[in-house]
């Protein structure tokens, strides 16, 4: 059965610092990540992750995920998207709209990055690349932790076979504290220079949703560092 463990912001690295013998007492090849904000409205919730997170070459997957009114959320992270990172759609309604928006909603496929408000990590991918940096205090380490992951080969991958509802908003990395934002500079820089590898380089970073532009920029050029 499940193993379910409670904590608050203040305990979460203390929490991943004893994760490991948690892990040895347990024997779970899966860890779900989720935030005390998040409702999972999916009945086979933990199937439908499994079927993506135990693939070969996967190390995490995450849902589809939508605000307390029904707007899209999340559906993976563009890495660069309006200068820091964002998610196509965030904000519009969660329907079948054009081919183009099914791709990216509705479409199980790689990206970048998943958010902490719902994950599900291999252990023994989560272990292999370091576990969570404790370097943060709150804001980003999700999307470092999943680009490490991108680093040593490991496929991030979103499924809208599960849709989870959070009650707040996904953290700003621009409204976050100035430590956060300097890590995630470092971590992110990269693959801002380069275009995230999952978003097309004809798209223009600074919409949020995928719209090509005459003249594509790679997103560094957005971000205020």
Same mark, same amino acid.
């Given at each position: 059965?499940?193993?379910?463990? /409670?904590?608050?912001?203040?305990?979460?690295?203390? %929490?991943?610092? *004893?994760?490991?013998?948690?892990?040895? +007492?347990?024997?779970?090849?899966?860890?779900?990540?989720?935030?005390?904000?998040?409702?999972? #409205?999916? /009945?086979?919730?933990?199937?439908? $992750?499994?079927? *993506?997170?135990? &693939?070969?070459?996967?190390?995490?997957?995450?849902?589809?995920?939508?605000?307390?009114? =029904? $707007? $899209?959320? /999340?559906?993976?992270?563009?890495?660069?998207?309006?200068?820091? &990172?964002?998610?196509?759609?965030? =904000?519009?309604?969660?329907? @079948?709209?054009?081919?183009?928006?099914?791709?990216?909603? &509705?479409?199980?496929?790689?990206? !970048?990055?998943?958010?902490?408000?719902?994950?599900?990590? @291999?252990?023994?991918?989560?272990?292999?690349?370091?576990?969570?940096?404790?370097?943060?205090?709150?804001?980003?380490?999700?999307?470092?932790?999943? #680009?490490?992951?991108?680093?040593?080969? %490991?496929? !991030?991958? +979103?499924?809208?076979?599960?849709?989870?509802?959070?009650?707040?908003?996904?953290? !700003?990395?621009?409204?976050?504290?100035?430590?956060?934002?300097? @890590?995630? %500079?470092?971590?992110?820089?990269? !693959?801002?220079? @380069?275009?995230?590898?999952?978003?097309?380089?004809?798209?223009?970073?600074?919409?949020?949703?995928?719209?090509?532009?005459?003249?594509? *920029?790679?997103?560094? /050029?957005?971000?205020?560092?």
């Amino acid at each position: 059965g499940a193993h379910i463990f /409670h904590t608050s912001d203040r305990e979460v690295w203390d %929490y991943v610092n *004893q994760f490991a013998e948690f892990n040895n +007492y347990v024997n779970s090849p899966v860890a779900v990540f989720m935030e005390n904000t998040a409702e999972v #409205l999916s /009945h086979n919730w933990i199937g439908e $992750l499994l079927s *993506q997170a135990m &693939r070969s070459g996967v190390g995490a997957a995450g849902p589809k995920i939508i605000s307390a009114d =029904g $707007l $899209l959320l /999340h559906c993976g992270t563009v890495v660069g998207m309006q200068g820091w &990172r964002g998610s196509p759609y965030q =904000g519009s309604e969660d329907d @079948r709209g054009d081919e183009r928006k099914r791709i990216f909603t &509705r479409t199980v496929r790689r990206v !970048s990055a998943l958010s902490s408000v719902c994950m599900m990590v @291999r252990m023994e991918t989560f272990f292999n690349v370091g576990c969570f940096d404790e370097s943060f205090c709150f804001t980003g380490f999700d999307t470092e932790f999943c #680009l490490r992951m991108e680093g040593r080969g %490991y496929a !991030s991958v +979103y499924t809208p076979r599960v849709l989870v509802k959070s009650y707040v908003p996904i953290a !700003s990395i621009a409204e976050g504290q100035e430590q956060d934002i300097r @890590r995630c %500079y470092d971590a992110m820089r990269e !693959s801002m220079v @380069r275009g995230d590898p999952y978003y097309n380089i004809n798209f223009d970073y600074g919409a949020s949703s995928p719209a090509v532009t005459a003249d594509p *920029q790679p997103p560094i /050029h957005l971000n205020p560092l």
